[in-house]
């Protein structure tokens, strides 16, 4: 009933940027925290940037200054901003988030979006 819709990756120049959206669609009660995800090849998925239900974030050491994590509760959707972009930000990113999809249901679920590329060339 949950998906997570991913847009926005694609090719750009070191020093350039790029604005990830991920929008969740389906049958939605609430979302609590929103993150983005990050995978290079031969590396493991790491915490790019996480923001909670009320709009407080967190950002890694190594993109902090360059990347702002924002969301829209009343699109649920959630954004990365990227900015300053290096090579060593190449990576496949994937959406994440926490959601209760009814007002019956007793816990929150975790979903994945299915992930886009992004390539910053050299």
């Known amino acids: 009933q949950v998906q997570l819709v991913e847009s926005g990756g694609g090719l750009v120049q070191p020093g350039g940027s790029l604005r990830l959206s991920c929008a969740a669609s389906?049958?939605?009660?609430?979302?609590?925290?929103m993150r983005w995800y990050r995978q290079a090849p031969g590396n493991e998925r790491e915490l790019v940037a996480a923001?909670?239900?009320?709009?407080?974030?967190n950002l890694a050491d190594s993109v902090k200054g360059r990347f702002t994590i924002s969301r829209d509760n009343a699109k649920k959707s959630v954004y990365l901003q990227m900015n300053s972009l290096k090579p060593a930000d190449t990576a496949v990113y994937y959406c994440?988030?926490?959601?209760?999809?009814?007002?019956?249901?007793?816990?929150?679920?975790?979903?994945w979006g299915q992930g886009t590329q992004v390539t910053v060339s050299s």
């Open positions: 994440n988030a926490d959601i209760r999809t009814t007002l019956l249901s007793s816990s929150l679920k975790n979903y």
């Open positions: 389906g049958i939605i009660s609430s979302i609590n925290d």
């Open positions: 923001i909670t239900s009320g709009g407080g974030t």
